[in-house]
């Protein structure tokens, strides 16, 4: 029997999104049906663990519920135990109504370089069953007329404290300004508002995007152009051609199905993607897979396959 630790104090208490807290609870839910036995933390101590859950991950902010999600990871290193860690819904996209429809669940981080995705062994029904559930048909590859370029958060985790916006865009748009001359599309953070005022663009053919959902950028990109971040892969689900500049492509969910070749913008790479549909699906659970203790049962069985938890201090 696991004994898993759910800290539902990485969440802060007050917080417009109760429903992460109650995700938490209900992965909780999930593994007392599972058979193993639950410890719900709603304060600030760190307890003995086989597995803890949080909910995101570090960032670069400070705040007591993200060291507290620190302490966790930590602790769960020098231990030698696993940290699960519940992300962003590279689904999200297909029903922007409700985006955490379904989460992304990893062991120890949040790229494929550092984190493990339960993708071991495939278990195909996976990507049958949430295309059923979005009701989506898998797209053939389609292209319009604009080059889109999909923004992170400014100094965010994915990108690193170094690199800021500006400073990507300063080299990435000259880069693609080598290969094209297509209209430039650039879709801003939907959470950083600050970093879409002061940003400066010298390239004479661009405009910000007016689209509110991301599937109408889409619908006229012949490529999109991402550091590492969930647009690469919604991108290549809805059928357009997609890029990744991080100098890590791995870091990406999208690559190697995406290229790290701005030089091929012009013949952009579009492999078959029956193999990414699969290995992102093995990740991803809804709700009701939670609650009811199906996904910790998927999870626990892949276990065994997970290697060993780094022993280094996250930071």
Known sequence: MNTVAVYVSGVPAKTKHTEKRELLHRFGRGVKRAGDKLKIVDGFQVLDADIAVIQGWIGMKIGAHLKLRETVINYQRQRGKHTLVIDRNLFGFLNPNNRDQYLCYSLDGIFPTTGFYFNTRIDKQRWESIKRNYGF????????????????????????????????????????????????????????????????????????????????????????????????????????????????????????????????????YMPDRRQFYNIISQSHFNNNEIESGEAWAFMRERLADAPKTPITPIR
């Open 137 to 268: 048909t898998e797209r053939p590859w389609k292209q319009g007329d604009n080059i889109l370029i999909t923004l992170q958060r400014n100094h965010g985790w994915s990108m690193g404290q170094q690199l800021s916006v500006q400073d990507w865009l300063n080299k990435i748009v000259p880069e693609i300004r080598q290969y094209t001359d297509r209209p430039i599309v650039i879709r801003p953070h939907p959470g950083d508002e600050k970093t879409i005022r002061t940003l400066r663009i010298t390239d004479r053919n661009w405009r910000f995007s007016s689209e509110a959902d991301i599937r109408g950028d889409f619908e006229n990109a012949w490529a999109t152009v991402t550091y590492n971040s969930s647009p690469g892969a919604a991108s290549l689900i809805w059928g357009v051609p997609a890029f990744v500049t991080d100098p890590e492509p791995e870091r990406s969910q999208s690559y190697p199905w995406a290229s790290a070749d701005l030089s091929t913008i012009a013949q952009p």
